[in-house]
């Protein structure tokens, strides 16, 4: 998120306010001045509801590969409108980044599952489940 802030920072900091005016930034301006304020391209601000743990490992890593995937789609929309190089060349890291790290957590995953059935292995709490599917 940070290297997204720096290249938005260092598109506009030296626009004209006839330059925010014909890009449509104007209203962000108005809002924010050209401070940075994280948000959809659609205009929701960010918020700590995009961040989802349930607190069981399979669930969660399941999450974890969604989120990179949709950062890797995400840096794929922006490759397929933005030209200019000094914009692409990072997106095209953080997009390599993405998939390493979704290959990561599909590597974790594996090995949580593989792990399951060991000895002390507190992925789940095997008392607190029976209790749970007992009581329906």
Request: aromatic share 12%; glycine share 4%; net charge negative.
């Amino acid at each position: 998120m940070e290297m997204i802030c720096s290249i938005v920072y260092q598109l506009t900091k030296n626009m004209s306010m006839e330059e925010l005016e014909r890009s449509g930034f104007d209203k962000y301006y108005v809002d924010h001045t050209l401070a940075l304020w994280p948000q959809s391209a659609g205009g929701t601000p960010w918020t700590a509801t995009y961040l989802q743990s349930k607190g069981d490992p399979i669930t969660d890593l399941h999450e974890d590969m969604a989120a990179e995937q949709k950062a890797r789609t995400t840096y794929d929309n922006i490759l397929r409108l933005v030209k200019d190089p000094e914009v692409c060349n990072p997106i095209r890291f953080l997009r390599e980044r993405e998939i390493v790290h979704y290959q990561r957590f599909g590597e974790c995953l594996r090995i949580t599952q593989d792990h399951l059935d060991e000895k002390n292995f507190y992925a789940f709490n095997p008392e607190f489940d029976i209790r749970a599917i007992c009581k329906k």
